[in-house]
């Protein structure tokens, strides 16, 4: 029986892992509705990213765990694409189980956003998820003159695939609220805020700074700024949901603006997050 046990951990680990790093990615104030068109659209109260922050060519890469036990991993990057409509900023994400939980439970996911390269506002967003037996893709199409996000959802278990659709009022994506919490990072002494939108659901979350420390991670050693991340999911009314709460501990590096790790708590010890590789972009 120990060992049952064990594999119980290990699952739960990754769980809980997965699913804070979509909690270090999100910075969000949102309101959970279905938009009418015409509905003004109101920008993201945070600063857009300074020339060069974003060069193409950066590549980062972090372990995720459950009470010291690594869980999972998270990769992401950033390229120039171009295409009939001009040059965007193309962001990419990987995100898997650790290798050690693979045959308990296998998790994989990726995804991609084409962004505005001077505001960093999402244009075109596609990511596919996948575990043993379910897979679950997601195409966003982002129109800012509206105010609006055209979700579909396609979900296949068992050989079997639903569809569905949903327009919703919207602000950023996970990868665009990623860069932007870079950008707002060292530009603001008050808490940021702006809106997100991740499959069907909605949050608010609000990031203000608490304090600068120098900060150890795996890949090196950084001055920082310490930040507290309140995440709250939204009902359908509008209103946040108390029940649904979550509160995340975040250091981005003052120079790069990398956010370097994560700590939240849980119902049983804490999960945290861990910059393990940092490769710059380059100028230009």
Do not use: C
């Amino acid at each position: 029986m120990p060992a049952l046990k064990i594999s119980r951990k290990r699952a739960v680990a990754a769980g809980l892992a997965l699913a804070l790093i979509a909690a270090f990615l999100l910075a969000s104030r949102t309101r959970r509705r279905s938009a009418e068109p015409g509905t003004p659209y109101a920008p993201p109260t945070t600063a857009a990213p300074s020339p060069g922050l974003f060069r193409p060519g950066e590549k980062l890469e972090y372990e995720f765990g459950w009470n010291g036990l690594s869980a999972a991993t998270l990769s992401t990057s950033v390229s120039v694409a171009a295409d009939d409509a001009g040059e965007h900023l193309a962001f990419e994400y990987e995100v898997e189980t650790a290798p050690a939980l693979q045959r308990i439970w296998s998790f994989k996911a990726g995804g991609r956003t084409l962004m505005d390269p001077q505001t960093a506002l999402p244009q075109l967003a596609t990511s596919v998820s996948r575990t043993a037996r379910r897979e679950k893709r997601i195409t966003v199409r982002f129109a800012p003159g509206l105010g609006t996000a055209e979700v579909k959802i396609w979900k296949t278990r068992d050989g079997e695939t639903k569809l569905k659709e949903l327009t919703v009022e919207h602000g950023v994506d996970i990868p665009s609220a990623f860069m932007m919490l870079r950008a707002a990072a060292g530009g603001r002494d008050g808490a940021t805020a702006m809106t997100v939108i991740s499959g069907d659901d909605l949050y608010e979350v609000v990031m203000t700074p608490v304090g600068a420390e120098r900060v150890e991670v795996a890949a090196g050693s950084f001055d920082a700024t310490e930040y507290d991340l309140t995440i709250r999911e939204l009902a359908e009314g509008g209103e946040p949901d108390e029940e649904k709460y979550r509160r995340v501990r975040v250091w981005v590096s003052r120079q790069e603006r990398i956010p370097l790790k994560l700590e939240s708590q849980v119902f049983i010890g804490h999960v945290y997050g861990e910059l393990v590789r940092f490769e710059p972009g380059q100028d230009g």
